[in-house]
């Protein structure tokens, strides 16, 4: 008997190391535009945006919440990136419907307004050349050079440039089908984010 999963699904539990992904940025591109490129490296993903409560979904993770999910919701219908708004969303109910999406989605990424989540969240931090430059004290994360010069004052990988004709792109809602900073995406699946 054949499993009523789509074939880019089955047998998945999940993208390397996690099931899901928190991303944070404290610069307001990146805290938009890295959800999408973490979410578009895995392929096939759910994107929940906890970081705006507005309305840019027919249905929202608050509706979800609140009227539970449609069969259509629970898992994929096709490959690609689905997105999905937070809405006013009660963020312990709505963490404890994103583990559930996480039981049947590959990888779901939530794009979040701060580093308060169960579960692992990637920092992603601009790195401004001279006086800009974040300190030392900042830790791991995905660093994003914003001009030249720019040293990662902590462990984590470096992206290449981000160019803005690809954040257009992103931001108008079209994924590019090749993008070298897409594709540096994908170890950050792997890596042991804490």
Do not use: C
């Not at 535009?33 to 309305?55: E, K, N, Q």
């Not at 609140?66 to 919701?73: N, Q």
């Not at 300190?135 to 160019?163: I, K």
């Amino acid at each position: 008997m054949q499993s009523s999963r789509a074939p880019y699904v089955r047998g998945m539990v999940g993208k390397g190391r996690h099931p899901i992904l928190g991303v944070w940025s404290p610069d307001p591109v990146l805290s938009t535009v890295a959800p999408i490129g973490l979410a578009a490296a895995a392929g096939t993903a759910l994107l929940v945006d906890l970081a705006t409560t507005s309305r840019t979904t027919s249905r929202t993770l608050a509706d979800l919440v609140s009227e539970g999910p449609r069969l259509a919701e629970l898992s994929p219908g096709r490959p690609g990136v689905a997105l999905l708004a937070g809405g006013n969303v009660d963020r312990s109910l709505g963490v404890d419907l994103l583990g559930q999406l996480a039981g049947h989605w590959p990888a779901v990424v939530v794009r979040s307004p701060d580093t308060d989540l169960p579960f692992a969240t990637v920092p992603v931090i601009p790195l401004f050349p001279g006086i800009l430059a974040p300190t030392p004290r900042v830790g791991h994360g995905v660093w994003q050079p914003v001009g030249a010069g720019a040293e990662p004052p902590g462990p984590g990988p470096v992206l290449p440039r981000l160019r803005g004709s690809l954040v257009r792109r992103m931001m108008s809602g079209h994924l590019p089908r090749r993008s070298r900073w897409m594709d540096a995406w994908r170890p950050i699946w792997e890596m042991p984010w804490a």
